[in-house]
């Protein structure tokens, strides 16, 4: 979002004027250097009060104005008023990459102190941008005397008590938590917990109360409490106003904080906040955490800019611009060999090397050749971000190295004067290709391009060693992982299924069929190949019945009675014919913003309401695997993505069955179809999600009678996250998995994941078995699904769309809830069971949550799926399931 009519620099801004502050009448009482920050600040007194200061800082008053009134502002976010009023700030002016402006709702109470928002910078995933300022907070300091010897509290702790404390910091789910007391010392963190002290609250009492002056920072210690504030609802379409509710946001449970904000930025309580049973917390008083904690993030900030400005490349920025670009880099560590930037990538950060050095290499017919070093204060990366280019070398960590990052929009905003002096860099590399041409100094290349190759090596090794000493001494091919998965393709291609009018299971032959794959080792082999049945006489292979379903449009095209009119944007994958190993699956989009192509990619962007303090970014990739020759079918994977309002949709379902593919592109239309409809949108989420689940299986059952779809062995898994701020849920039945992480620097790891519904669940083994169906073991670890005394369907999942030959198979998923805050850096990883066969949660956030910092969440993606169909090679050799890979990126900050 752009605000436009920013004053340009040599408009004079003298004492007295009025102002406008993005849409805020303002006069102005200050202009001048300040002693919190370098560089010139317009000191303004706002009409309405917005909870800021009085025009003093840290005991020194720079002007005089209503408490409350005051606010310290840049000079590029000041807009003279030559006449009339300044505009409203309800209405602010919003940019769309590739589209004209447009008038959007913004809130009464955005966050003015940066005035900076988003730009029309390229953006590399789908973004949806709330309409709230994305520029970090200033903080407005405590008055004190500059004479002030103030000692820290020290509250008596046992040990063990003290290192509680600090495990709580140190691993909380909170995010919040490392981003505060990361900038600490051991010393510093040693005084902030001897500075803490317990405090016991009852049942029902109000520890916070909104509009009240704030005293202490929070830690819950045991119990929980409920934090209520004002959020702004948005109407129907047709009523562009909104409303602030007072509503619950959050649920904080042990080793979550609270009550940081009236301490940072000196203004009342914003929420209210009450225990809901009797708990107990750690308190730090505000001078304590303003000492401890305020002063430590502001020595750090004193830190860059010194460091900035030893900086050959940044000599030429002025004392704001370093100040300003100490504000907004983001620090990054790199392990020893680790890629920083890896040739041939697409992002477009700029590197300074903070600590440590670092190579660049560039690849070329004789090898990769090693062809400068970094070392402190150096920088690299300029190249792709000047020209959008994919990176020309890569480059890698030298022993351990931290470098500070800086975005291509904090590039074209603050250091606009140095785009000439880099252009001067850009033949650099050309000069390199004697060099490369000679063969120069070669590198091991295997850890840059392949990480996880010996990883993967030594697993197979150990599994092949396994299947060796299997039971009674047989050897099995090191492939019993795949077994576990191809169980379903076996039952998928190579089972004669028969639709309703003639149900004539063979078991002699299924059984044959079925040792075949067993003993070949290969699951996908179609050495016995089976015809479909259609009625009495008459056969009908899977080949022929799949080119026969591409002649009726209802089965594949879209059904435009599914769309959901009143989303803003709507993405699922479609079908079509000829579909080869890795190719990318179709997208269907409707979208009110325009696209903006990058090669065979295309970029959405938008504005809306959100309840984030940040963006949300996504990206998905959807390809084709390679399960046999014979294989017909297209891709059967699937996915969507809308937003309604402020209310993202995610989902990836997952087909299995010679009729999966049409499954999963049904339900793919059908699912928003039933959540968007249901009386319980927005209000009971559960009941909407599994009402939804159940309608959508009903569509599939009619669709099947209607168009002779079997479905005694076709259906799907299926996963859909639903986001409504400040809640994540999750819904799911099947293998389809849904990851949620943080991808903090300070804290990535697992906070959510969802567990398979498998027959060898205890629970779910006895309820298909009350249902009369039979659950057998045909594997170390792996439980099918049969009717009793038949070897028909083999089905390895207990609950799924379709599927329905056996008995106590369920649609009913799975639901589970969970609060993140308004500032936590949290992801979602939806995907199919071609990412989850091999690779983890915990390895999956391993492979992502650095990616997602530094490159977005499409080179995430891409990494994610690049390193699963390695896998699948190691394990499997040419046999890769279809992959489906969905992340959702919530609270991009966009400085």
Request: hydrophobic fraction near 35%; charged fraction near 30%; charge should be negative.
């Amino acid at each position: 979002m752009a605000v436009s009519g920013y004053a340009s620099q040599d408009v004079e801004l003298a004492v007295g004027r009025k102002v406008s502050v993005v849409g805020y009448s303002a006069t102005v009482r200050f202009v001048g250097e300040a002693h919190f920050a370098p560089g010139e600040w317009i000191g303004v007194e706002l009409e309405p009060a917005v909870g800021k200061n009085d025009g003093a800082v840290q005991n020194r008053r720079y002007f005089t104005c209503e408490p409350n009134h005051g606010l310290f502002v840049r000079r590029s976010v000041v807009q003279p008023i030559p006449d009339g009023d300044p505009p409203s700030p309800s209405k602010a002016r919003v940019l769309f990459a590739g589209a004209g402006p447009e008038i959007c709702e913004a809130p009464a109470n955005s966050d003015v102190e940066g005035g900076d928002s988003h730009s029309e910078d390229d953006v590399d995933e789908v973004a949806m941008l709330p309409v709230q300022s994305m520029r970090r907070k200033g903080v407005s300091a405590e008055a004190r005397g500059e004479e002030d010897d103030w000692v820290p509290p020290v509250h008596e702790k046992s040990l063990e008590e003290k290192q509680q404390l600090k495990e709580v910091i140190d691993n909380s789910r909170d995010s919040k938590l490392r981003m505060m007391f990361g900038n600490l010392s051991a010393k510093g963190l040693e005084r902030v917990v001897e500075a803490m002290f317990k405090k016991s609250v009852g049942n029902g009492e109000t520890i916070i109360r909104f509009g009240d002056e704030g005293d202490n920072f929070y830690i819950v210690k045991r119990g929980k409490f409920d934090i209520h504030a004002y959020r702004r609802i948005q109407q129907a379409e047709a009523e562009p106003e909104s409303s602030a509710e007072f509503v619950k946001v959050f649920e904080a449970a042990p080793g979550f904080a609270f009550g940081e904000a009236a301490l940072l930025y000196n203004a009342p309580r914003s929420a209210t906040i009450t225990a809901s049973e009797d708990s107990e917390v750690w308190c730090l008083e505000r001078r304590a955490f303003r000492e401890l904690v305020i002063r430590a993030s502001e020595q750090k900030f004193k830190e860059y800019s010194e460091f900035l400005k030893r900086c050959d490349v940044l000599q030429e920025l002025d004392a704001e611009q370093i100040a300003t670009l100490a504000e907004v880099v983001d620090e990054e560590d790199f392990s020893a060999e680790e890629v920083i930037i890896q040739q041939g990538g697409r992002d477009s950060n700029m590197f300074i090397i903070l600590h440590g050095q670092a190579v660049a290499c560039i690849a070329g017919d004789k090898g990769e050749v090693q062809v400068k070093t970094y070392s402190k204060g150096d920088f690299f990366g300029e190249i792709a971000l000047l020209l959008g280019e994919p990176r020309k070398a890569s480059v890698y960590a030298k022993g351990n190295v931290t470098c500070l990052v800086i975005t291509k929009q904090v590039f074209d905003r603050v250091l606009g004067p140095l785009r000439d002096f880099l252009k001067k860099n850009l033949t650099k590399y050309a000069r390199y290709q004697d060099a490369i041409e000679q063969g120069g100094e070669m590198r091991d290349t295997r850890l840059s391009d392949e990480p996880h190759r010996a990883e993967m090596e030594h697993e197979a090794e150990l599994e092949a060693s396994r299947n060796q000493h299997a039971e009674e001494g047989e050897a099995r091919p090191a492939r019993r992982r795949l077994l576990r998965k191809a169980d379903r393709a076996n039952t998928v291609y190579n089972v004669k299924i028969k639709l309703p009018v003639d149900l004539d299971i063979d078991e002699e032959e299924e059984q044959a069929e079925a040792d075949h794959a067993m003993h070949c080792g290969d699951p996908s082999c179609t050495e016995v190949t089976k015809p479909l049945v259609r009625g009495e006489g008459k056969k009908q292979t899977l080949a022929e019945r799949v080119e026969e379903d591409w002649k009726k449009p209802k089965l594949v095209s879209p059904t435009e009675g599914f769309m959901v009119a009143k989303s803003k944007f709507t993405a699922f994958g479609g079908l079509r014919k000829g579909e080869k190993f890795t190719m990318d699956k179709a997208a269907i989009v409707r979208s009110q913003a325009r696209a903006q192509r990058d090669g065979e990619e295309e970029t959405y962007r938008w504005s809306g309401p959100s309840w984030l303090k940040g963006q949300i970014h996504m990206a998905v990739l959807c390809q084709k695997g390679q399960k046999s020759a014979a294989d017909p079918t297209p891709n059967q994977d699937n996915y969507f993505a809308l937003h309604v309002g402020s209310i993202g949709l995610y989902g990836v379902c997952d087909g299995h069955g010679p009729f999966g593919h049409l499954v999963s592109f049904r339900l793919v239309q059908t699912l928003p179809h039933y959540l968007t409809t249901s009386k319980s949108w927005g209000e009971d989420w559960d009941t909407c999600l599994k009402e939804a689940f159940l309608a959508a299986q009903a569509d599939l059952l009619t669709l099947a009678a209607t168009e002779g779809i079997n479905l005694e062995a076709s259906g799907a898994a299926g996963t859909v996250l639903v986001f409504e701020g400040p809640c994540i849920h999750v819904a799911h039945i099947g293998d389809a998995g849904c990851l949620v992480a943080s991808w903090s620097r300070h804290d990535s790891r697992v906070l959510h994941g969802t567990e398979d519904h498998k027959p060898n669940n205890p629970e779910e083994r006895q309820r298909l078995e009350a249902a009369g169906s039979e659950v057998r073991q045909v594997d170390v670890d792996s439980f099918r699904i049969y009717i009793k005394g038949t070897n028909f369907p083999g089905l390895t999942m207990s609950r799924a769309f379709g599927d329905t030959a056996c008995a106590g198979v369920l649609r009913e998923p799975h639901y589970q809830r969970m609060f993140i805050q308004p500032s936590d850096e949290v992801y979602a990883v939806i995907a199919s069971d071609g990412i989850w066969e091999f690779i983890d949660y915990a390895k999956a956030v391993d492979l992502t949550s650095k990616k997602l910092r530094l490159k977005g969440p499409r080179e995430a993606v891409r990494h994610l799926v690049d390193a699963s169909r390695k896998r699948w090679a190691a394990y499997c050799g040419e046999y890769c399931d279809d992959i489906t890979a969905m992340i959702v990126k919530w609270n991009v900050n966009v400085k």
